[in-house]
């Protein structure tokens, strides 16, 4: 069955970084699309990134230029790189693939000094 679970989260400054790692298993890795998301405190989640499988990317506009993403097919895991975080990420970060319903536990990112 498809599972996704994600790693690397913590409690960082402002314009510190994290990366977070994310394995997913049960679907053939390396064909599919997969996505990052987060869910701040009290609101909905919401989309950050795409990584296709060739590794082009594309962020939403409040992290572009901050978070990079990657994957490393051999391992089934995508990476997201986050750079000058600002208080307004603190979220828990999911990873998934295009198209599924499944989430894992998420990982907590609190960025606050």
């Known amino acids: 069955q498809v599972q996704f679970v994600e790693s690397g989260g913590g409690l960082v400054q402002p314009g510190g970084s994290l990366r977070l790692s994310c394995v997913g298993s049960?679907?053939?890795?390396?064909?599919?699309?997969m996505t990052w998301h987060r869910q701040p405190p009290g609101k909905a989640r919401e989309w950050v990134a795409t990584?296709?499988?060739?590794?082009?990317?594309i962020y939403t506009d409040s992290v572009k230029g901050r978070f990079t993403g990657s994957r490393d097919n051999a391992k089934n895991t995508v990476y997201l790189q986050m750079n000058s975080l600002k208080p307004e990420d603190t979220a828990v970060y999911y990873c998934q693939k295009a198209g599924s319903t499944t989430w894992g536990q998420g990982t907590q990112v609190t960025v606050s000094s």
């Open positions: 990584l296709w499988p060739g590794g082009a990317t």
């Open positions: 049960g679907f053939p890795f390396s064909d599919d699309i």
